[in-house]
């Protein structure tokens, strides 16, 4: 018998979007799961840093990061908000997720790119998945996604973190 096939490595997050004072919106990211046990993947404002996997023989270095979408702080709004995933799947501006390049840390969401290995799934209006099909070593990456509006206000909301180049046990390699 040969060796058990390795096995994609997960990560799982929630995004819950909250009204500011300003009129705007921020976003509270909180990391909820992964496996194997990868904390402190996700910063206070989205960005993931794949830099910090740990190096564990079973498992591939694609990790498919699923995204949802958390409403409870838009339905205690007085008039509640709803809120779901966008509903567009062409990966242009306004899509539940689009790509972009990575320019020294900053990218324009405005400016969308295709990244074949990256495989945005809308599973639901609030569960998203981002399927990583990529090798282990890779440009960075901004990416965005779309939250439509509804109820007590209209429009959407477009969040963009970055996605940073893998490496295994914190090496960047």
């Known amino acids: 018998m040969g060796k058990p096939p390795k096995q994609d490595r997960t990560l799982e997050l929630k995004c819950t979007p909250h009204k500011a004072a300003s009129g705007g919106w921020r976003i509270e990211w909180e990391e909820t799961g992964s496996n194997p046990n990868m904390p402190n993947m996700v910063d206070k404002d989205g960005n993931i840093d794949l830099k910090k996997m740990p190096n564990q023989a079973k498992f591939t270095n694609r990790i498919d990061i699923t995204i949802t979408l958390d409403t409870s702080a838009m339905m205690a709004l007085d008039p509640p908000v709803t809120g779901s995933w966008s509903t567009q799947s ?69 969040i963009d973190p970055m996605l940073s180049s893998k490496g295994v046990g914190g090496d960047g390699r």
């Open 90 to 158: 062409d990966g242009k501006v306004g899509s539940f997720c689009w790509f972009g390049a990575d320019e020294h840390g900053h990218y324009d969401p405005a400016k969308p790119i295709t990244v074949p290995d990256l495989l945005p799934r809308r599973l639901s209006d609030t569960v998203m998945v981002i399927d990583d099909q990529r090798e282990l070593s890779g440009p960075s990456y901004g990416f965005a996604l779309s939250v439509e509006l509804g109820g007590g206000e209209n429009g959407k909301i477009t």
